[in-house]
Structure formats: C-alpha cells, structure tokens
C-alpha cells in the first residue's frame, strides 16, 4: 500500500480547489451554471470504454449513460441519469453487464453573469444517487450517495470560458461501476476545472482537470485525471461530442474515449419542422 507523496497531493489540491459530481456539459465533467429554458427538455446520452488502473481481475470498463433533464420556473433544473454498465474482466473471473445506480439533481443558477463585472455566473446542485445497481457483481455501490456541488463561470472573452467546481459528498462515495472512489462512505472532496473555446459558432474544444479526495492515503480512494474534447452543433439542438481522457490512481481510468450527442427539445423538432 503507497502512501500519497508531497507532489501528489499537491497536484490533489490543485485539481480540488477550482473544483464537481459527475454530470455535466458532454463530454467534460466538470459542469457549467447555465440551465434548462423553463418547459424545455434536454437528453444526453454518451458511451465511454475506459481501460482501468491495477483493478485485477477488473481489466476495462464500458459506460453508456443517459441523461434527461427539464428547466423549471426560477432559473432550476431537474435532473435525472442512469448508467448502463460493462465491466470485462481476466479470464476465469465472469464480466458484469446491467444497470448502475441512478441519479437525481436539483440545480439552481442563482447569479447570471453581467457584461464588465468581476463576479462570474454562479450555480449550485444537489444530487442523490440512488442504489439500483447490483453491489454484489460491482455495478453499484451499494450506498444512497449525497453530493453537493458549487460552480462558477467566468468569461475570459466572447468566445473563452473558465468553468470551476467544488463539490462535498457527505454520504456513500463516487463510484460508478469500478471507477470513482470506493471504499469510504462520505467525507469526499471532488473538483474540477474546464477551459472552452469556440473555434467557429459550431465548434467548440476544451480540456479539463478533475478529480476527487478522501480523507485516507489509500490511493485507491484518491482519484485525479484529465480530458480533452469537442462539441460541435450538427443543426441547432442536436450537438455531437467527443473526449479522450485519462488518469492517476485506481479510482481514475488509465486511459479512455468517449462520444456522445445531445439533444434540446422542441427546438431540434421545430427545426426540422421548418425544413
């Protein structure tokens, strides 16, 4: 068993104290304040293949996700995702396929940024995570997880952005599947910050940091990585997305891809009814 080194934690720190849950702008992981139009709906779906840390017999891991979420009156958002998992595994030991555990949100965008004003766009969210996926075979946790989260965005031009995320989960741990944080219930500390550009009114690229820290050197409980990715706008409310990521310590894949699209009704209808 390591211990975490003087460097480690500081990159640790680092990574958490501009800091976020799991949902978010696809492909990035760390979220953005901004939320759904009051009536509207928006669905995410991505599939992400990670190959993993020293997990044996655990070799590789496949995430489809689906995300559905919906504006409510005063600047609020409800949320609602759920994984389906793949976790492959050494010869001799069975591979586990099933659903994981699901998520609720509740997200409030409670200061809009102002043209000329040092204070960025300000949110907050609470998710719940409820245990619907089998402990037993990995792909869920086995605990109702409480998780809430802080985020910032700062405009650096018109077409730059900083978003920034401190998170606090304060029962059951991070894990989806074998990634994340395992064994700990609570008191875990998750952070990430993204840089985004757009290139062109379609495109957009960016990179990101993130990670999440326990109070305990088991760097099985310490979890810091990467991610580099796009979202280019195909026809208005209809988006593609794509991230290469990877990490450091157990909790973080060693190296992964996603891809993904999403989705904002009616306006992808009313488009289309359009043409």
């Known amino acids: 068993m ?19 849950p799991l949902l978010a702008q696809l492909p990035f992981y760390t979220d953005d304040p901004s939320v759904t139009e009051p009536g509207k709906w928006h669905f995410e779906f991505f599939n992400e293949f990670d190959a993993l840390q020293e997990q044996y017999p655990n070799l590789k891991q496949n995430t489809a996700n689906y995300k559905l979420n919906y504006g409510l009156p005063f600047n609020l958002e409800w949320d609602i995702d759920a994984p389906y998992l793949a976790i492959f595994r050494a010869v001799g030991s069975p591979d586990a396929v099933g659903g994981g555990d699901t998520n609720l949100g509740l997200k409030w965008e409670f200061h809009k940024e102002s043209p000329g004003s040092r204070v960025p766009a300000l949110a907050a969210s609470l998710y719940i995570e409820f245990p619907t996926g089998d402990a ?17 965005q ?15 989960l304060f029962a059951g741990n991070t894990s989806t599947g074998v990634v994340g944080i395992q064994g700990t219930r609570g008191r875990v500390y998750t952070g990430g910050l993204s840089l985004l550009h757009d290139f062109t009114p379609r ?18 409980r310490s979890q810091l ?4 990715g796009s979202q280019y706008a195909l026809r208005p409310g209809f988006s593609f997305t794509f991230g290469i990521l990877g990490g450091k310590y157990v909790a973080s894949p060693r190296i992964g891809a996603q891809i993904g699209f999403a989705v904002d009704f009616p306006d992808v209808l009313r488009r ?3 043409q």
């Open 2 to 20: 390591h211990l975490l080194g003087r460097r480690d934690l500081l990159w640790l720190f680092c990574a958490l104290s501009l800091a976020r």
């Open 136 to 152: 037993r075979r990995q792909l869920g946790s086995g605990l109702t997880d409480y998780w809430l989260n802080f985020i910032a």
């Open 154 to 168: 700062k405009s650096l031009s018109e077409k730059t952005r900083v978003n920034a995320n401190l998170g606090y």
């Open 203 to 220: 495109l957009t690229l960016g990179g990101e940091v993130y990670g999440g820290y326990s109070k305990n050197d088991n760097l099985a």
């Open 225 to 228: 990585q990467g991610l580099v």
């Open 272 to 274: 289309q009814s359009q």
